[in-house]
């Protein structure tokens, strides 16, 4: 059950990397005009439309984290405290806090996307940009070091 829960909760992961690197490439880089490169199409998305697709992933990829968090201290959190990977193991620290951020961040940048104009748009989504590359390597890389199941 929980490989399973860990595989939904990659694939969230992976839709949420996709809309808001989209939304944070459009907004910090945006085209002046229509582009026919592909780096020209991709940073032309409609920014203001990824907000709630990010807000709803990031929620549910979180809530599938906590859920599977138990398996992680017990499995796999213990082995890299005995093959002292404490990089891994502060990482992954890390990565929850961060979590929790971008979480409480969610209002404040789902509310910048439906102002006209919000002036927080760059750096709330750029932020929130960092906190999900962050987490989503992380989770490969400490998932990739000892998976569940091992």
């Known amino acids: 059950m929980t490989t399973a829960l860990l595989i939904a909760h990659g694939l969230l992961a992976v839709a949420l990397l996709g809309a808001i690197t989209h939304q944070a490439a459009s907004v910090l880089w945006p085209v002046a005009k ?71 961040m969610l209002p404040a940048y789902w509310w910048s996307w439906r102002q006209p104009g919000g002036s927080l748009r760059a750096p709330l989504t750029a932020i929130l940009a960092f906190v999900v590359w962050w987490n989503f390597l992380t989770g490969h890389v400490v998932n990739n070091i000892r998976g569940f199941g091992s």
């Open 34 to 104: 229509p582009a026919g490169s592909i780096v020209g199409r991709f940073r032309a998305v409609a920014a203001p439309g990824y907000a709630n697709t990010v807000v709803i992933l990031y929620v549910l990829t979180a809530i599938l984290g906590a859920v599977i968090y138990a398996e992680y201290r017990i499995s796999v959190r213990i082995v890299l405290e005995e093959l002292k990977l404490n990089a891994a193991n502060v990482s992954f620290e890390l990565k929850e806090h961060l979590a929790a951020i971008g979480l409480g």
